[in-house]
């Protein structure tokens, strides 16, 4: 819907038959220019605003952690991420820790790579490093095992790359999260997965 300032051009018959309702047309007149004025210029909701910041933040971060691991623990030249795969990430753990008492501030998240060789501890990351830490997310990202290497890969192998050196990881777009209290009577271990 597009709001537009032709609501101003007051329809006639739209009155009268109003009026004819016994509706008071300086009633109905104030009515309209709340509205013309409410639909011309709509308020901003400051918390979607906030928590879009946020997740574009988590984002980052995420992307960062699996940057800095490709060439240490992954041993790949590139990963292989899909796509939005870290926004619907980012979001889950946004609404993880909305009812946490520091809020996302106190989460420390494990990143982990679920692989065909088990688990991979890729890094820990702490979103406020200042916060003690009130509740753990351990993020665990799944290799997509359907993915047939490239003929590149074959060729690759042996020539320019140490042995056990990967060209490209691609991760699944599922994923598990795995969220634990740390300091609470009642601390229990939530998991989600995707």
């Keep these: 819907m597009v709001a537009t300032s032709t609501l101003k051009n007051k329809n006639t018959e739209c009155f009268s038959e109003l009026i004819d309702r016994r509706h008071d047309q300086a009633c109905i007149e104030d009515e309209l220019d709340y ?6 210029e709509p308020a901003l909701n400051t918390e979607a605003v906030f928590e879009d910041r946020t997740c574009q933040q988590l ?3 995420l992307e960062s952690c699996l940057s800095r691991a490709k ?3 992954l041993n790949c030249s590139e990963v292989l991420v899909p796509e939005k795969l870290t926004r619907r990430i980012a ?16 989460c420390v998240l494990h990143v982990l790579l679920e692989a065909e060789g088990g688990c991979k501890r890729l890094e820990r990351v702490a979103y406020d490093p200042s916060v003690v830490p009130t509740f753990e997310l351990t993020l665990v990202f799944k290799q997509d095992g359907s993915a047939w290497p490239s003929l590149r890969d074959f060729f690759l192998i042996g020539t ?10 691609k991760l699944s777009p599922g994923f598990r999260l795995i969220k634990r209290k740390l300091y609470s009577s009642s601390a229990g271990t939530v998991v989600e997965e995707y």
Excluded: I, N, Q, Y
């Design 59 to 61: 984002v980052k971060m």
């Design 71 to 73: 060439k240490t623990t």
């Design 35 to 40: 509205w013309d004025h409410s639909l011309a």
């Design 91 to 106: 979001r889950d753990v946004v609404r993880l820790s909305a009812g946490e008492p520091c809020g996302l501030r106190g």
């Design 160 to 169: 320019c790359f140490a042995p056990g050196f990967r060209h490209a990881l």
